[in-house]
């Protein structure tokens, strides 16, 4: 090897390790999946299923009215960031109604997979969407081990909560745990919808509050949550699942 | 070896032709796209249960086409095989052009498209393999730019590093585009196989569209090509299909052996009608009759079955990328394992999915494009060889 070639090589490699170095830091700051919530609110969620009468739609209304999202007319295209399920063990059991959202994992696959970052968890814990940046790839959508997240394929004409945006057709969206009503102190429509149903079965509150009446039920009751073992962390505890 | 490259004349009815009725696909593709853009995705099949459709499919079809068609100039440029030197022109501005295809049919899939050439670059997400692959993809088209200078300038060892740099990335580009769907959490999805299945897949494809087409051309514009340049991208392509039963075999045994995946796998194999597409279209006329005319000793050495045999692997492969893709959503996910959920609306259990017109309107449309750059490459550059002969010289190679 000659001087020049030598040179050469390690120039090279120089560049190359301030690229790794670079890629490096990039690597970890990048995706904005963990979040530092010591001192902070951390919301979560829990569904007591003994309480949640299987006629009721009490929350599914209100989230709709509230968060004006897409109602066509169409079961293809209408969002519904709150829902309910019957489910039935395969052999044998009873049927029973549960509620399904959008968790607020702590380890967001819909974050991770998110190629410009539009799909983000807060410092407080909610996974939430920028809809001003969101392309409309919809790999979130793939993403989701609950099938929480919805596309806007088609805008609906009705506004009902002229209060909160309407989304264009094209970004994908999920249940916001209503962040524009906890960020002033107030409960998310769901939430209160239970409340006036009589039924209570919703509670949203601080985890990171031992004080809480969320923290309260999670200690003292049996919960679950949905598929521990994808280690999502998801933040929406059952009771009576 | 030296190669004497031409332009072709492309003066002849039939040329304008072919370039008219491009064009106007790839227009009417093109306007399409505007109207969906305007109206929303809802124009399309897809809906909230089965998110990705027809355009996704093409889109990872197409990159696959890309790789392929770099295998052919591989052989020469890293393996030095001269006597593929006469392709290598094409080969690498095919394999340019499927990449742009493979880009289009992502970009026209977009909810906002006008987002898309500014957001992704300003805020990547190196977590995210819908973020590093069209970084991967975009690079990939860069180096196939550098590589057709070297070939035009007849730089042997530029050459020689670029074809080394491009093969590499194919690998790079491949994987990366596998695992999107390998690394991700849908039962029929999440394979570490993947990646490497792609990359077969990929140069099967690949190589099957390059001996249809090279001979398609090489007969059309009455230029000599030795049959047994053919014969030997035959034994490739075969080798590869052979590579690419192989991983559909591990992949399905071990899906269909472990408890656990057994539901998953019985679905995928026999539970729909993408079962049709992957028995038939995949399995039967993508591997196994390819298989039978490449081995068979009076069709082998044949050009009209080897030519018959590279079609088939095409439309093979396309096959299956539509079974990677779309069964693994209109299988519901397992938030309830071992129990049946149902709900009202379309969002619980098993979801169904039909592209509509307008889909198939771009995906023609994207083909319309490189349909015509192709053909007006071939008239602007000199692409193809005078001929394509494999060299008797017993000297050094040149």
């Known amino acids: ?241 | 070896m030296e190669v004497k490259y031409e332009r072709i004349a492309g003066n002849s009815r039939h040329y304008y032709l072919a370039l008219a009725a491009f064009a106007a696909v790839g227009l009417a593709g093109v306007l399409c796209t505007f109207w969906v853009l305007g109206q929303g995705l809802w124009v399309t099949g897809m809906y909230n249960r089965v998110p990705w459709g027809l355009q996704i499919v093409m889109a990872i079809y197409y990159i696959g086409l890309s790789a392929g068609s770099l295998v052919i100039s591989g052989l020469y440029g890293v393996f030095g095989k001269l006597e593929y030197k006469p392709f290598a022109r094409t080969a690498v501005y095919l394999g340019m052009l499927f990449m742009i295809a493979g880009l289009l049919s992502i970009l026209t899939d977009q909810g906002r498209m006008d987002r898309v050439f500014v957001q992704p670059f300003v805020h990547f997400n190196l977590l995210s393999l819908f973020s590093i692959n069209p970084m991967l993809y975009i690079s990939y088209i860069l180096i196939c730019i550098v590589y057709l200078y070297a070939l035009f300038r007849d730089k042997k060892k530029l050459t020689r590093v670029v074809a080394t740099l491009a093969f590499a990335w194919a690998f790079g580009v491949h994987s990366g585009t596998g695992a999107i769907f390998g690394f991700g959490p849908r039962t029929l999805y999440d394979s570490p196989l993947l990646p490497a299945s792609f990359v077969v897949a990929a140069m099967a494809s690949g190589t099957g569209l390059m001996i249809a087409l090279l001979v398609a051309l090489f007969r059309l514009t009455r230029r000599h090509l030795d049959d047994e340049l053919v014969f030997g991208l035959g034994r490739l392509l075969a080798l590869f299909v052979l590579v690419v039963l192989y991983f559909l075999a591990v992949e399905n045994l071990y899906l269909v052996y472990q408890v656990e995946w057994r539901a998953a796998a019985l679905y995928y194999l026999f539970g729909g009608f993408h079962s049709v597409i992957f028995w038939v279209g995949l399995i039967g006329l993508g591997c196994a009759v390819p298989l039978f005319l490449l081995f068979y000793p009076r069709t082998s050495k044949s050009i009209p079955w080897v030519v018959t045999a590279g079609c088939l692997v095409v439309l093979g492969v396309l096959c299956e990328r539509y079974v990677i893709v779309i069964p693994g959503l209109t299988r519901p996910p397992e938030i309830f394992p071992g129990m049946e959920v149902s709900g009202p609306g379309l969002i619980e259990g098993v979801a169904s999915y039909a592209p509509t017109l307008v889909e198939f309107c771009q995906a023609l449309g994207v083909l319309g494009i490189i349909g015509f750059l192709f053909l007006a490459g071939l008239k602007v550059f000199k692409l193809l060889p005078a001929e394509a002969r494999i060299a008797k010289q017993a000297g050094p190679a040149s």
């Not at chain 1, 099938?147 to 394929?153: P, T």
């Not at chain 1, 919703?202 to 521990?228: A, F, M, T």
């Open chain 1, 1 to 241: 090897m000659d001087r020049r070639e030598f040179l050469t090589a390690g120039g090279g490699l120089l560049l190359a390790g301030a690229a790794g170095t670079y890629a490096v830091r990039l690597l970890t700051q990048a995706g904005a999946v963990e979040a530092v919530t010591a001192g902070r609110h951390r919301w979560g969620m829990v569904v007591d299923l003994r309480k949640c009468r299987p006629d009721c739609t009490a929350c599914l209304e209100a989230c709709r009215l509230e968060n004006n999202t897409a109602s066509v007319g169409d079961a293809r295209w209408d969002v519904h960031w709150i829902r309910k399920v019957h489910v039935k063990p395969k052999n044998g059991g009873a049927e029973r109604s549960v509620v399904l959202l959008c968790n607020h994992c702590d380890h967001p696959p819909c974050a991770q997979v998110c190629p410009v970052q539009a799909t983000y968890k807060r410092a407080d814990g909610i996974v939430i969407v920028d809809h001003h940046r969101c392309i409309g790839c919809r790999y979130c959508m793939i993403a989701c081990p609950y099938n929480a997240r919805y596309f806007n394929f088609k805008e609906s004409e009705e506004w009902p909560n002229k209060e909160f945006p309407k989304r264009s057709h094209g970004v994908a969206e999920s249940c916001t745990l209503c962040a524009h009503l906890l960020d002033v102190g107030k409960k998310p429509a769901c939430v209160q919808a239970c409340e006036r149903a009589q039924a209570g079965a919703l509670v949203v509150g601080d985890l990171n509050d031992p004080q809480s009446e969320i923290s309260r039920l999670v200690s003292e009751n049996s919960v679950k949550r949905l598929r521990e073992d994808l280690g999502t962390e998801p933040k929406v505890y059952y009771i009576g699942l």
